[in-house]
């Protein structure tokens, strides 16, 4: 899933890119706030983190930016400014989910993962989707008969997705836009090389071709 990372400290920002793509981010970094604008309006982001003392532009113009131009996207703010009222500035301008710093990174992730998750309707603890079950945090997947498959980065990323809009058509260029990061050299035809691999992993009816205009992730009884 795409993740834009709006952060001015350049070292931090480095190293949770690291541990983000880890956890099966595609993570693009923006590192003051009208880049961070601009790239949240261009590209089809799943979730954002977001700085708020940024140089250009601050945080919350940003946000706020972003939510008059009814863009919807779940943002976490990150900042080390946690006095109260700043939470409620931020929250007010459309904040969805806000961490202090300094902070752990599994608690991030995990407020990630749920921010995700909230947004496509789908509460609880584990993606749950067509009678899979994914475990985000080992990147394996339980088949319905209790059967664990484990899933290599692409193909984690790429289920993921899929998991995530059950029942969509989903075109190769969806796909790649979601699965890699803005500077990846994007190739859609690769798309097709994961696809295969799921499907040997988890059964060929589970994810079928639709002619010219993409990929359907069947739910189950169908
Ligand atoms: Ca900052």
Redesign the pocket.
Known sequence: MRLLLV???RLLAESLQTDLERQGFAVDLAGNGVDAEFMGDQEPYDVVIL????PQRSGLEVLGNWRQKKNRVPVLIL?ARDAWHERVDGFKAGADDYLGKPFHIEELVVRLQALVRRSHDMPGQMLQSGGLELDEERQQVSLPGGESVSLTGTEFRLLRYFMLHPGSILSKTRLTEHVYEQDFDRDSNLIEVYVARLRDKLGKERIITRRGQGYIFMVEGR
Request: no cysteine.
């Open positions: 952060e001015d400290d700085d708020l003392g940024l900042t």
